[in-house]
């Protein structure tokens, strides 16, 4: 009996030993969906075509690896949030650069303008669709186009430098060099829009380098790259191209590179009312970042 009592005793203090040390079931440990920016080392790099902007980056594949990666992706786990998908991916652009919006909006940006021929007809069809974009400016055109400048920025689009003339090497100089460069296109930029804001920088055919990311950020703008390029800066890209690309590369999240400056704009902007077209029969919203 006394035997039988000692291991029920024993028992019991067992079954309280483990009530102590068994974890409370039903709360998740604290942080497994906080969406993380991608290293440096982990994005794609830019692909030179020589003549305009670097090969795009698909949101396909970067997308795919965040997925593997994020708890909140996982079987099984909620799906309550999707801007935290969105978000896991917004710098994976070279170096860590941004190249999707973030959430599930998608971005409009056009560079190396302002030309008087043709910003004023891209400015007039956001203007019709109540679309915001975001411009990225040759300091150089800004300096000979302040009106456009002023133009782009009082009807509330985002303003980017783009250097002062597109230098492709930019990011191979020296800091006081990159530095030189995008304040003369800042300030190109701002005598034209005083009061406005230059958020961001697009290095001059997407290549980047870890010393003019630097600059802009100390600078205070952010480094923009893309996740769409239908290469419409190319003359032998045609209107149809350049639709096509759109369509089958953009998802929410997209950053589409378009150009209101650069020898091809006529096919661009017959492309861009087909784009508007379709992505609102996707019901895609925008941001102008």
């Given at each position: 009996m006394g035997r039988h009592k000692l291991g029920i005793a024993a028992a019991?203090?067992?079954?309280?030993?483990?009530?102590?040390?068994?974890?409370?079931?039903?709360?998740?440990?604290?942080?497994?969906?906080?969406?993380?920016?991608?290293?440096?080392?982990?994005?794609?790099?830019?692909?030179?075509?020589?003549?305009?902007?670097?090969?795009?980056?698909?949101?396909?594949?970067?997308?795919?690896?965040?997925?593997?990666?994020?708890?909140?992706?996982?079987?099984?786990?909620?799906?309550?949030?999707?801007?935290?998908?969105?978000?896991?991916?917004?710098?994976?652009?070279?170096?860590?650069?941004?190249?999707?919006?973030?959430?599930?909006?998608?971005?409009?940006?056009?560079?190396?303008?302002?030309?008087?021929?043709?910003?004023p007809i891209v400015l007039d069809m956001l203007r019709e669709r109540g679309v915001k974009a975001t411009f990225c400016l040759i300091g150089a055109y800004a300096e000979a186009y302040p009106e456009l400048v002023a133009d782009i920025a009082r009807e509330g689009h985002t303003l980017c430098n783009h250097s002062w003339f597109h230098e492709f090497n930019l990011g191979k100089g020296s800091a006081e060099e990159i530095r030189s460069n995008l304040q003369r296109t800042n300030d190109a930029i701002l005598k034209a829009a005083p009061g406005a804001e230059v958020r961001y920088f697009r290095h001059p055919g997407g290549q980047w380098t870890d010393r003019a990311i630097a600059v802009a950020a100390d600078m205070g703008m952010e480094s923009l790259h893309w996740s769409v390029d239908p290469g419409d800066w190319d003359n032998r890209t045609t209107e149809a191209q350049i639709r096509d690309h759109v369509f089958d590369r953009s998802a929410p999240g997209a950053i589409v590179l378009l150009h209101d400056g650069a020898s091809n704009q006529k096919d661009m902007c017959g492309a861009l009312k087909s784009i508007f077209e379709e992505f609102s029969r996707r019901e895609y919203t925008y941001t102008g970042l």
């Open positions: 019991i203090v067992a079954l309280l030993a483990l009530a102590w040390v068994w974890p409370k079931g039903g709360e998740p440990p604290q942080g497994t969906l906080t969406a993380t920016e991608p290293t440096a080392s982990a994005a794609p790099s830019p692909e030179s075509d020589g003549e305009g902007e670097a090969g795009d980056t698909s949101p396909d594949a970067s997308e795919s690896a965040a997925e593997a990666s994020d708890p909140a992706t996982a079987p099984g786990a909620a799906s309550e949030s999707p801007a935290i998908e969105l978000a896991a991916n917004t710098y994976d652009g070279p170096l860590g650069t941004r190249n999707h919006t973030g959430d599930d909006r998608v971005a409009l940006t056009f560079d190396d303008g302002p030309s008087p021929e043709w910003t």
